[in-house]
């Protein structure tokens, strides 16, 4: 474990490994604690914890150690995937999100060391793209509670209800209404799945400690008929509230959680747009907040965007000169127009006039723009049908470039085999959803990117906590693009590789944070966390905030437990 130790005599830090994790204070006892995933070790427990917690006799008498229980736990995957071969695709998909979600529910050190360690395979079942079925199934599938539900029928008592969270200490928060989730539209209160998987991914990927994680589902109703007639759905069976009555019960959100947690961030997520937009202009300078598929999304598009400039060959100067298609003027759409003109304005001799006659939004004619890139945020599969991929031969960049961003997969603008098909082999590709490269014969291979927010939020979270920034500024939202924009090699951008490996997302989150730490610290926006004071932050270089961001990333080992009445 690391742990960031403080040198007496200054006010440098340094970092050390230590063999032995810190204890842990719990304030249960015998059985309570065999069923709290955050402290179970189930046949973990040393001989002396079983005798000072109470657990003696409740556990057969072999004691288990960490490896060979996760060697257990992935050998049952490994038979999961044997016995439902050949079965369709959803059986598969739900069938490994089962497994997963009942080491999770027993067992979070576990689960989330076997997340980590698996983590390219496992996110697209924690995260994009099965949890959009998941959402889509949640009635059917829920089991036992995750996070919290604040629905039409609490007003009034937020306050009260936020003590009920059992956890003393929150830090990060994601939120939704459940009204737009992914490209499936109003799932009621079964969105809660979107705050879960976004949130196992700040775990994995930020190193929060999951302890401190909080999904939340703010029940307003729904407009989607299927969910109100289903006798077995679990939310509010009323249409969604509108106007002030529904401002009135996220203000009344916001104020608990401020109230309880000053410094906890909170992520929207998944908000249908009008009240994306709202609310992000309602408490930005009141809270610290962000909606990740305005912001977040805004930040890794144009981190991909600047790869494809780089891809031609052209110096980052020449972004200005892209024709750059958006399908889709929603949320993320105008989101991602929004950051890039800011950008280029922000490039010598520019204006926003310049910038923004470069980016064209969905009415116009693919074919008369032939644009550099090609970007969908629709929400609607398959719109870059063969007719608009055939168009982009016509581009006039040497790179033309794909970005079908919807999620989840049934939902991108295209596919990357029909992309790679039709387009012709030298595009750069990305997508929302993850596919696998593409084939081009004779060993060539078509790499597909994922063009997705879980490269930045983590590390807009991760810094803005760090920081204690009030508020998650403009300019730390840049500073996490820039810092992905140029992670990746020019080797690699040859390649047609715009985005890392998820493999390496915890080093690239860790990355991102500091350079939003640094941007906080720069902006003065930035008032320190825990015993870490502003000025300690002022005075650490680039290399000292990646060291310190990294001392603070929690990491899945079974900590000794202590009783504390
Ligand atoms: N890859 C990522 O990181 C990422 C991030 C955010 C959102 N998304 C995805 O992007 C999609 C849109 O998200 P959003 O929050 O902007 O939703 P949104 O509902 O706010 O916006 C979608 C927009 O697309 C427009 N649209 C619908 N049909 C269209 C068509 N045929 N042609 C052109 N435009 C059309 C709609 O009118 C709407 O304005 C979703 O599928 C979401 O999952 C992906
Ligand atoms: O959830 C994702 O995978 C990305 C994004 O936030 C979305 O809404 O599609
Ligand atoms: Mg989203």
Not at 15 to 23: D, E, G, V
Not at 140 to 163: C, H, Q, T, V
Request: glycine share 10%; charged share 20%; proline share 5%.
């Amino acid at each position: 474990m690391w742990k960031l130790t403080r040198f007496a005599s200054s006010s440098r830090y340094r970092l050390f490994s230590t063999a032995i994790p810190a204890p842990c204070m719990v304030h249960k006892r015998g059985a309570d604690i065999l069923h709290d995933p955050w402290f179970n070790k189930d046949t973990g427990f040393p001989l002396t914890e079983r005798d000072r917690l109470g657990l003696r006799g409740l556990l057969p008498p072999r004691i288990i150690s960490f490896q060979d229980q996760y060697d257990r736990f992935m050998n049952s995957y490994r038979s999961l995937e044997k016995n439902t071969h050949g079965q369709s695709d959803k059986i598969i998909s739900l069938s490994k999100w089962r497994i997963l979600n009942r080491l999770h529910d027993r067992n979070e050190t576990l689960y989330y060391r076997a997340l980590i360690d698996n983590i390219k395979e496992f996110a697209p079942i924690i995260y994009t793209p099965t949890v959009g079925l998941v959402c889509q199934n949640y009635c059917g599938l829920f089991r036992r509670p995750r996070g919290m539900y604040f629905s039409a029928k609490d007003k009034g008592e937020m306050m009260s209800m936020i003590y009920n969270w059992p956890a003393p200490q929150v830090d990060m928060i994601v939120l939704t209404d459940g009204s737009r989730i992914l490209g499936l539209g109003d799932l009621g209160v079964q969105g809660i799945g979107i705050p879960i998987g976004k949130l196992d991914m700040y775990v994995a990927a930020a190193g929060i400690n999951p302890q401190k994680i909080l999904p939340v589902m703010l029940d307003v109703g729904t407009n989607n008929q299927k969910l109100l007639d289903d006798r077995l759905y679990l939310g509010v069976r009323q249409p969604r509230l509108e106007g002030e009555e529904y401002l009135s019960i996220v203000d009344e959100f916001m104020e608990a959680v401020h109230a309880r947690w000053p410094k906890a961030i909170v992520q929207f997520e998944d908000f249908q747009m009008k009240w994306a937009f709202e609310t992000l202009k309602r408490y930005r300078q009141r809270f610290c907040m962000f909606n990740d598929d305005i912001q977040g999304t805004a930040g890794v598009a144009l981190a991909g965007l600047l790869g494809t400039v780089r891809a031609q060959g052209r110096p980052l100067s020449d972004f200005v000169k892209q024709k750059i298609v958006i399908v889709g003027a929603g949320s993320a759409g105008l989101g991602v127009l929004n950051m890039a003109v800011q950008a280029v304005s922000r490039m010598p001799g520019c204006s926003e006039t310049d910038a923004k006659s470069q980016f064209y939004l969905i009415d116009k004619d693919v074919k008369k723009v032939k644009p550099h890139v090609l970007l969908g945020l629709s929400g609607v599969g398959g719109v870059f049908n063969e007719q608009v991929l055939k168009a982009m031969r016509e581009s006039v960049s040497t790179k033309p470039a794909i970005f079908a961003m919807s999620n989840p997969t049934m939902n991108a603008e295209c596919t990357a085999i029909d992309a790679f098909n039709h387009a012709g082999e030298n595009i750069v590709f990305a997508s929302g959803s993850p596919f696998e490269n593409v084939d081009l014969g004779n060993g060539r291979v078509g790499h597909v990117n994922q063009a997705n927010n879980m490269y930045l939020f983590p590390g807009i979270g991760l810094g803005s906590l760090l920081s204690g920034a009030r508020h998650v500024t403009d300019g730390m939202l840049q500073a996490a693009s820039e810092c992905l924009a140029s992670y990746m090699t020019d080797e690699d951008i040859k390649k047609g590789i715009l985005y890392p490996c998820i493999d390496s997302i915890r080093n690239v989150t860790a990355e991102v944070g500091a350079a939003v730490l640094r941007a906080a610290v720069a902006e003065g926006m930035a008032e320190g966390h825990g015993v870490v004071g502003s000025k300690e932050l002022e005075h650490m270089s680039k290399e000292d905030t990646v060291k310190y961001v990294r001392g603070n990333m929690w990491y899945p080992e079974y900590s000794p437990l202590i009783h504390e009445k």
